[in-house]
């Protein structure tokens, strides 16, 4: 079973930068596909970025092009959101997800990180 630990949310204000983390463990790093969503209340949850398991490739959504970074390192197997020049609307909660081998979908949750972004 893969656990998934984020951190580094908080409080910010526009403008501003934050960098999540994600601890991962239970499974080879390398088999896994990587993701961070994000959740607002009343509002199903969004994907934000995606890192295919070779590390080669990666997908955002249009409103964080340019602003927001994925990347993992591997001699930690943590996986990371860079997110620069922040905005209120990207206040929410942040999930990071895994996808293993024999899925399509991510099938692995974090617990989540609050992010607030003051405007």
């Known amino acids: 079973q893969v656990q998934l630990v984020e951190s580094g949310g908080g409080l910010v204000q526009a403008g501003g930068s934050l960098r999540l983390s994600c601890a991962v463990s239970?499974?080879?790093?390398?088999?896994?596909?990587m993701g961070w969503f994000r959740q607002t209340p009343g509002k199903e949850r969004e994907f934000v970025a995606g890192?295919?398991?070779?590390?080669?490739?990666?997908t955002y959504t249009d409103s964080v092009k340019g602003r927001f970074t994925i990347s993992r390192d591997t001699s930690t197997n943590t996986v990371y959101l860079q997110m620069n020049s922040l905005k209120p609307e990207d206040t929410a909660v942040y999930y990071c997800?895994?996808?293993?081998?024999?899925?399509?979908?991510?099938?692995?949750w974090g617990q989540g990180t609050q992010v607030t972004v003051s405007s």
């Open positions: 239970g499974l080879a790093f390398s088999l896994l596909g």
């Open positions: 890192l295919t398991r070779s590390g080669g490739s990666t």
């Open positions: 997800a895994a996808r293993t081998p024999a899925s399509s979908k991510y099938n692995n």
